[in-house]
């Protein structure tokens, strides 16, 4: 499988006037393996701590396998931009927007999810992965656009997490 | 190409899966099938060693398995979860209901 290539940026570094701003960025491409591409992405930030990567294998992964299982990702695939600052990580996933997304903010703004709940019919969890990444990060937002969908995930840092 | 393996042996009166790998949307049903097979009618251990990443479709299949196994009196333990696995077991808020133990060698006799 081919990693997709984070390019990484210091912004401290290139004449951005915010100072311990990382950022790194790629594109998943549309296909089955878009989750384990997104996971390769991960692993090859080196500013993220052991930790942070973690978090976000589990919170990331919730979220581009439910844009590839429910929405339609457009041709342009899924982009990806992390910002890491001293105090925080934020994860953002953008795609080509989908009326199921906005469907779904829509649902979540008329009814607060009530949390995880079996159907034992179809023997399946309902709410899970939303329960999972609400309580992985420090804030979550769905945001549906005109053009662009838009997922913003925040995690706060740890000491060890790293500049 | 999925990445997913799943290896079954027999450790005591246990069912092994050992599961290597992403659990994910594309990759849960080789999982899933497995465990419902055994989940309920032996006891069953279910080894995340090696799951590289797991997403709710993997959680909510061994939460069923959990189901089952409850409902017939069979025992389910989870063998050792990997980092991954473990943060994703947490994050559901409810990791007391994945029994755990450390290495197969502690499944109960």
């Known amino acids: 499988m081919n990693r997709p ?18 950022k790194a960025r790629c594109t998943v491409p549309r296909s089955p393996d878009a989750v384990m591409r997104f996971e390769a992405f991960v692993q090859s930030v080196d500013f993220l701590s052991e930790r942070e990567r973690s978090l976000l294998v589990v919170a990331g992964d919730e979220v581009v396998d439910n844009l590839l299982t429910h929405g339609e990702i457009g041709r342009k695939g899924i982009s990806v931009l992390l910002r890491k600052r001293p105090d925080s990580l934020t994860l953002g996933l953008f795609v080509q927007s989908h009326y199921a ?63 | 190409m999925t990445g997913i393996s799943i290896e079954n042996t027999e450790r005591g009166k246990y069912v092994v899966l050992t599961v290597n790998g992403p659990i994910n949307s594309y990759t849960f049903n080789e999982l ?30 061994i939460l069923a398995a959990i ?28 990791a007391e209901r994945f029994p755990t133990v450390a290495s197969v060698k502690e499944l109960p006799a």
Request: glycine content about 10%.
């Open chain 1, 5 to 22: 290539k984070a390019r990484i940026r210091s912004a401290s570094n290139s004449g951005n006037p915010v100072r311990g701003l990382l």
């Open chain 1, 101 to 163: 997304f906005a469907q779904f903010t829509a649902c979540l703004d008329e009814t607060p999810p009530l949390g995880p709940r079996y159907n034992p019919d179809l023997r399946r969890w309902h709410g899970l992965g939303l329960t999972m990444c609400r309580n992985l990060t420090s804030s979550i937002s769905y945001r549906a656009g005109e053009k662009l969908d838009r997922v913003f995930m925040t995690f706060l840092s740890q000491p060890g997490d790293g500049p």
């Open chain 2, 32 to 61: 899933q099938e497995k465990a419902m097979k055994y989940a309920g009618k032996t006891d069953l251990a279910i080894d995340l060693a090696g799951v590289s990443s797991m997403t709710s479709a993997g959680i909510g299949v």
């Open chain 2, 67 to 94: 189901e089952d196994a409850e409902a017939a009196g069979k025992r389910i333990f989870v063998v050792s979860p990997s980092e991954v696995a473990r943060l994703a077991i947490e994050s559901t808020g409810f």
